[in-house]
């Protein structure tokens, strides 16, 4: 999980590897690889390029940034941001490298995995790369969620809990590796799984958009993808997630419900001269998952339930 907003800055750009543009995703690294941690768990091949502190994005041709040894999460360009970056950062990462020690003790039981998935730690890797997958979905219900929430949302005592489950029959495809089971929002308070690591890390993001013109909100996320197994996510939501509200899905997370179940997903790239959403699936190929651009009627060609008037808004305006 970033430490803050995934977003680097709160206008577009043309990263291809930005939140919703990365269309080539790898498959992950496994135990005893030169990324694994001394207890044997690795880390998403993945996770941000940019570094956590000053989200600074490597060159062309330069090798990537480290990877904080403790949670294996983020990345960072020299000490001297890893330093600076410490305070904010400390409690998230001592956190997730309990988390971490308690997966790889879980994994090490031979009874507590499924004989024919992935383990604890391949399944957070793989959840890892579905919410990216499915950024605009996501942060579009979260959005509708923040503005529609009455009483007004607090970024400070709730957050959203999206129960996940994992779906065997997605054969390694990320964009289809999780179903939404159902969604909704909960009251947090100090003491709870999550909140004392997070805080410092949304009240840093929260002081440095909140007073942007492009701010919409901030809100905290719970992916639930096993028993007893949650990964946290922080959202910075902008007016790019303000798209027409999806009337016709019911309820509220229908829309990513709806992307993970057909495979559908919407990338943020340019095409014509613009900077826009595109739908599309992802297709093997070789030992990587890559995005292609379809349209709707080639989808539905294939078999997708497209929901066309949806769609064809989406990605022609």
Known sequence: MPPTSPVAGLTPDRDPNGPGRRTVFSHHDVPGSRNARS????????????????LAKRKPGEALFPVCAGCRSVRF?????????????????????????????KQRDAASQ???????????????????????PLHQALAQKVLISD??????????????????????????????????ITKTSPGDVGYDELSPMMEQSYKEHSQSPDFVGLIKVRYH?????????????????????????IPWYGFPSYCAREGVVFR????????????????????????TRKTVEEMKAEGIDTIIPTIKFMYTH
């Open 77 to 105: 360009c020299n000490k001297q941001c890893q330093t600076a970056f410490w305070p904010a950062h400390k409690a998230f990462c001592r956190n997730k490298r309990r988390t971490l020690d308690m997966v790889a003790e």
């Open 39 to 54: 207890n044997g768990l690795s880390c998403s091949p993945n996770i941000s390029d940019a570094c956590a502190s000053c």
């Open 114 to 136: 499924d004989a024919d998935g992935p383990s604890l730690e391949e399944r957070r890797h793989i959840l890892q790369e579905w919410t990216e997958l499915h950024y605009h």
């Open 268 to 291: 943020f790239v340019f095409a014509e001269s613009k900077l826009k959403w595109h739908p599309g699936i992802m297709q093997r190929k070789g030992n990587k998952w890559v995005w």
């Open 151 to 184: 009483p007004p949302h607090d970024f400070r005592s709730s957050c959203a809990d999206f129960l996940l489950d994992y779906r065997p029959e997605s054969n390694g495809n990320p964009a289809t590796a999780y179903s939404v089971n159902t969604a909704g």
């Open 225 to 249: 993808y096993a028993p007893g197994y949650a990964w946290f996510d922080i959202v910075l939501l902008t007016i790019d997630d303000l798209v027409p509200p999806l009337r016709s899905l």
